[in-house]
């Protein structure tokens, strides 16, 4: 809660997911941004970090994803992805465990099983793996520092109540 230390609030936090997960899903980058961000009035937790930002990217191909993170929200770990056949549902979605896929369309509600396992420890395992064998990891440095110019556009995008051109 902590500026210095963290930089920001929910967005830094745990709106990085949702912005990862809107990335991936289109496998574009977004080419605007708008967003919002609130704090409870006087909540003493929130006088340096905001509590929510709303943000939403715009995509080349003209998907529209629309983001929240919250401090303040009860335990919601979901991601929706709505297309014209049918919709996508992964709820909880950054639980470690026992995520719950499900795809609803003409055919009506499907569940995908996924395996379990911890996500945490492969993450560890698979960056020692790469470096021991000096292998590009999965996921480098470079998307990471993707998500962090984003997240700093979303901020101006909510601080000057403008669209962001990225």
Same mark, same amino acid.
């Given at each position: 809660m902590q500026k210095k230390l963290a930089g920001g609030g929910s967005l830094y936090d745990i709106g990085v997911y949702s912005l990862q997960a809107a990335r991936y899903i289109t496998g574009e980058e977004p080419v605007a941004i708008s967003a919002m961000i609130y704090s409870t009035p006087g909540d003493p937790r929130f006088r340096e970090v905001e509590e929510n930002v709303n943000f939403v990217l715009r995509f080349p191909s003209g !998907? +529209? %994803?629309n983001c929240t993170s919250s401090y303040?929200?009860? /335990?919601?770990?979901?991601? =929706? !992805?709505?297309?014209?056949? %049918? !919709? +996508?549902? +992964?709820d909880p979605a950054t639980d470690y465990y026992k995520h719950r896929l499900t795809i609803n369309d003409k055919n009506g509600n499907q569940e995908q099983k996924i395996e379990e396992? /911890? =996500?945490?420890? +492969?993450?560890?395992?698979h960056l020692s793996e790469s470096i021991i064998q000096n292998? =590009?990891?999965?996921t480098p440095g470079e998307e990471g520092l993707q998500d962090v110019k984003l997240m700093q556009l979303i901020y101006e995008a909510a601080r000057t109540g403008k669209t962001i051109k990225v």
């Open positions: !998907v +529209l %994803a303040g929200y009860s /335990n919601t770990k979901r991601i =929706q !992805v709505f297309g014209s056949d %049918a !919709v +996508l549902e +992964l396992k /911890n =996500q945490f420890a +492969l993450e560890i395992d292998k =590009q990891p999965k």
